[in-house]
């Protein structure tokens, strides 16, 4: 249930602010939407914390405190780690230039720089050169030139002339270095020595990595706060607030109000508001959506639907059938086992595992599906628990495949008919409570949906259906959404039917999309029957293996149907989650574009 909010306004003079800035943190309950940013240097602040804890992560911290260091002592310690870590960025600079330019000074061998630079500051002015080979042998032929001939530097001849050479003659100079290849490489070794010591501080400092973390918190306490405090606005010694609050949390409001002496006031959001939080409350059953929710990161608006309890029903549905083998739902089932006996209480993440684990291994019971083994169907007792229509292995039930095939594609069908029935039933029942006629809309796409199921069986299936009546209900559900999906409350009858008129194309096409979204649901079928072939092809890979083989036929099987779980997860997410994020949220004409409420208070755990 999508919680209720009201807009709240709070008034208070401007020597008051903090003390009012103090009760709204401690008091947690007023979501600021249009936050102004917050000072420069808290942000800084974490935003250096954030990299000193993500260098030390790298570090085994062998030695954790058990204590956080007290704020005295720690700026004592982010200053060295600041330094620290400076140096080594400048270390790490400098190793790079020394190593690059050891390398291109490697092949002129070892000299010194310093001794060419005495003998030009004693008047010789001395110039090394690399040309070709008919060059060199000009030169040496060259009388008013002078020049001693190198060691060959890339198999080009070298020589150094005491003069600058003449224009005729096409040579590359070869500058001189400040630093000769002794010298880099002893500057190397500095600076490796360097990172030595400044990697075994490092891993001393990884043992202050929680006291990192608690800064890192309370800099992001202040930056919202101060955030908060650059959001209010003031004139004429007032200060002043707007924000939301859960209708649930009004009562507890204006006591905390009356006590602080403040100037307040309520009402109802904007119908144009679109900065309004979401405050989602969620029972014992659908808090199990949470954690694939908050992976999926969506939010539903604050007008639209909570469909939690829906998502859930489909979605488990969705994730058995996709991953289909009651072999792979026993292998999650285990997995859950552990980790609740691991953990001294099972989080809403494990608890969402028992229920997929459990929904897999009875679809996979159902269809006969246990490791993608066909053997499974020689034992009495699981054979005696498939439906046979819905069997994978029908042969054992006087099935014939295209009739088991059938079947499972019109049960997809008839979820995706329900599904988007329901979405229309849903948007029936919201709009006959708030008087809007568009109601009439929604229920020619439930007649129409309807009717193009049986568009879908003959199309897909070969279902013999009597096309006509289908089609006049099609039709008729046509002209219901063209006349009344302009209708609102705050529009007259003329109106609505206008802007329905001009929408007339726009229907045409989505009565299309219906259609394509009935068929759409066909993909629960076409990923399992995937899963099923993967699995029965590294099954007979692994039992093509005999004798000495078998541990290979062993790899073959743990690779294999690993593989193939991996895949299934991904399917579950690519499949699964868009059936309930686009064709049912689509038809509930949600968008979820909501903003998730997020009170100011002191926040316990870093955000991401």
């Known amino acids: 249930m999508i919680e209720k909010m009201k807009v709240v306004h709070i008034v208070t003079t401007a020597l008051e602010k903090k003390a009012l800035l103090d009760k709204l943190q401690k008091m947690g309950i007023v979501h600021f939407s249009e936050k102004a940013g917050a000072d420069q240097p808290l942000l800084q602040r974490f935003s250096d914390l954030s990299r000193m804890a993500l260098v030390l992560h790298e570090y085994p911290d062998t030695a954790v405190e058990s204590a956080v260091l007290p704020d005295d002592e720690f700026e004592k310690f982010f200053g060295e780690l600041s330094a620290c870590l400076d140096r080594k960025k400048a270390l790490q600079d400098e190793l790079a230039a020394a190593h690059a330019a050891a390398e291109r000074l490697a092949e002129w061998g070892r000299f010194s720089p310093a001794d060419v630079q005495s003998l030009r500051q004693q008047g010789w002015d001395i110039h090394i050169y690399r040309t070709d080979k008919k ?21 080009m001849p070298t020589f150094a002339a005491l003069a600058p050479l003449p224009d005729q003659y096409s040579a590359t100079e070869f500058p001189l270095p400040e630093k000769g290849l002794e010298e880099l490489e002893q500057e190397q070794a500095c ?31 202040d930056a919202e706060y101060s955030a908060v405090s650059n959001t209010s606005q003031s004139q ?17 409001f204006k006591k905390a109000a009356a006590e602080a002496h403040w100037a307040w006031a309520l009402e109802d959001p904007a119908g144009d508001d679109d900065q309004v939080p979401t405050k989602v409350k969620y029972n014992k059953i659908t808090k199990l959506m949470i954690p694939v929710f908050d992976i999926l990161g969506t939010v539903p608006g604050y007008r639209e639907y909570d469909i939690s309890f829906w998502f859930l029903g489909f979605f488990t549905l969705f994730f058995a059938m996709i991953i289909g083998d009651a072999g792979y739902g026993l292998l999650f089932l285990l997995g859950a086992l552990v980790l609740t006996l691991k953990g001294k209480k099972s989080s809403t993440a494990v608890q969402l595992l028992w229920v997929l684990s459990i929904a897999t291994i009875i679809w996979g019971t159902l269809t006969g599906t246990w490791f993608g083994l066909e ?91 009597n096309l006509l009546p289908v089609a006049c209900v099609v039709i008729a559900g046509f002209l219901l959404v063209v006349c ?33 979204n009935i068929m759409s649901y066909i993909r629960l079928f076409a990923v399992g029957m995937a ?78």
Request: aromatic share 10%.
């Open 375 to 465: 053997q499974a169907m020689e034992v009495p007792l699981l054979r005696s628990l498939v439906i046979p229509t819905f069997a994978n292995y029908p042969q054992y039930f006087g099935v014939t495949t295209v009739a088991q095939q059938n079947t499972i594609m019109k049960f997809c069908f008839i979820l995706g008919t329900v599904q988007l029935s329901l979405a229309c039933v849903m948007n029936i029942r919201r709009k006959l409570k708030e008087k809007d006629l568009s109601w009439v809309a929604d229920l020619g796409w439930l007649a129409a949906i309807d009717a193009l199921y049986f568009v879908v069986l003959y199309l897909v299936i070969g279902q013999q259906v």
């Open 135 to 155: 060059t060199m042998t000009a030169l040496l032929a060259d009388p008013d030139v002078k020049v001693i001939r190198l060691s060959p530097v890339g198999k």
């Open 236 to 252: 004429d010694g007032l200060v002043w607030l707007r924000g939301y609050i859960p209708a649930a949390e009004v009562d507890g």
């Open 531 to 608: 899963s099923l072939a993967i699995a029965q092809s590294f099954n007979n890979m692994a039992f093509g293996f005999k004798g000495p083989l078998v541990v290979a036929a062993i790899l073959i099987l743990l690779i294999g149907h690993g593989l193939n779980i991996v895949m299934g997860l991904l399917s579950v997410v690519v499949h699964g989650v868009r059936l309930n994020l686009l064709e049912f949220s689509g038809q509930l004409g949600m968008e979820w574009a909501g903003i998730a409420y997020d009170p100011f208070k002191k926040g316990d755990k870093i955000k991401k």
């Open 191 to 221: 600076c490796k020595q360097g990172l030595e010591d400044c990697e075994t501080y490092l891993r001393q400092a990884a043992s202050h990595l929680p006291s990192i973390q608690s800064q890192m918190l309370k800099a992001q306490n």
């Open 484 to 516: 009344f999906g302009g209708m609102a409350p705050d529009k007259s009858f003329a109106q609505g039917l206008k802007a329905g008129l001009g929408n007339a194309f726009t229907v045409f096409l989505n009565t299309i999309s219906a259609f394509g």
